[in-house]
């Protein structure tokens, strides 16, 4: 999943440079950006929370 964050990064870089900042290609690609980091912070977030330990009732 890292791997992907870092080439679609590199992809919407590469898409700013050559047609803007605020591109429709690149706004594009920086939404599927955000979405992959979104999913990869839930994903981590539920396998860190899952190793918690259950407090004593």
Known sequence: MV???E???Q?????A???GFTAKET???SQELDE???RY???TATIEH?????PPQ
């Open 3 to 5: 791997i992907l964050i």
């Open 7 to 9: 080439e679609k990064r």
């Open 11 to 15: 992809q919407m870089i590469e898409l």
């Open 17 to 19: 440079l050559t047609y």
């Open 27 to 29: 706004i594009e690609c």
């Open 36 to 38: 992959l980091i979104n």
């Open 41 to 43: 912070l839930r994903e």
């Open 50 to 54: 899952s190793f918690l330990p259950v």
